[in-house]
């Protein structure tokens, strides 16, 4: 049975019934030992994540964000379906969650340092939460979290993965060829971290060094239609050392025409 084969049907068995991939997408009471998906692509160059504290962390910082009134820049709209599950179930975590994110409500996910901290001592476990706040926040929420909003955004990122695996099976090792020849340089020796959250930011789509970490949002519905291929490449090209290469050759044509432009090189990714 080939890669793709095994995968899906691994990812598959999780919606098979509401009562299988409730078991498949659960959070353990305690906010500790979490169930994740974890799926390495057919060649080795990515990833793929979808774990429940890292959805929770970028759920609760843009649905916090949402509610409040201050002027904010890039909110991501939160969709009908989640408002009506937060009414449901997950209404009493909402006063603790606002609280626990205010004093993050003006950073971005990226370019803050303090979150970009926190993303990654989630991914670590909660334990390694700096910031109590938000370490019991997690710790509490989890458990309401697990039972009516994560069932939902686990099985909405496993079947954008099962979408696009036998194009990564066919099509990943002569992308990261060719992309890897242009650049004189290679991709990364270990496989790239790409979570998959319902809801990343504003973009659809970020990515972090140290270590490589690309965060994409599976609610965005151009994903599904093609764009999350294009978005995987264009985002592994931020990581080191492509990234780094990348912003060297753009800088050098920049030069030799005397121009400058220090977004150019971003810019120039999307083609």
């Not at 303090?114 to 990654?120: E, F, G, I, N, Y």
């Not at 334990?127 to 069932?151: C, M, Q």
Request: aromatic fraction near 12%; include cysteine; glycine fraction near 6%.
């Amino acid at each position: 049975m080939n890669y793709t084969k095994r995968v899906m049907i691994f990812l598959l068995s999780l919606g098979m019934s509401s009562a299988a991939y409730a078991d498949g997408c659960k959070i353990g009471g305690s906010g500790a030992g979490l169930e994740e998906i974890k799926v390495t692509s057919p060649k080795g160059l990515f990833e793929f994540h979808i774990d429940p504290m890292v959805s929770l962390h970028h759920f609760s910082y843009h649905y916090a964000r949402s509610l409040s009134r201050q002027k904010l820049r890039s909110r991501v709209p939160m969709t009908l379906s989640d408002k009506l599950l937060v009414e449901v179930g997950f209404q009493k975590q909402v006063p603790v969650m606002v609280e626990a994110y205010k004093s993050y409500f003006d950073k971005n996910l990226l370019f803050d340092p303090s979150l970009s901290d926190l993303r990654k001592h989630i991914q670590k476990g909660v334990d390694h939460v700096e910031d109590a706040n938000i370490a019991n926040y997690l710790r509490e929420a989890a458990p309401s979290f697990g039972k009516t909003i994560w069932p939902a955004h686990c099985m909405n990122s496993a079947q954008l993965l099962q979408q696009y695996l036998p194009l990564l099976e066919k099509h990943e090792q002569e992308i990261g060829d060719r992309i890897s020849s242009f650049m004189g340089t290679h991709f990364p020796d270990t496989p790239i971290r790409v979570d998959l959250v319902k809801y990343s930011n504003r973009a659809g789509a970020y990515t972090d060094q140290d270590p490589n970490n690309i965060v994409i949002s599976s609610s965005d519905t151009t994903m599904s239609d093609g764009h999350f291929f294009e978005i995987l490449y264009h985002e592994a090209l931020h990581t080191s050392p492509l990234g780094t290469s990348f912003r060297e050759l753009a800088e050098a044509v920049l030069k030799k025409h005397n121009i400058q432009n220090d977004r150019f090189w971003h810019y120039a990714l999307f083609y």
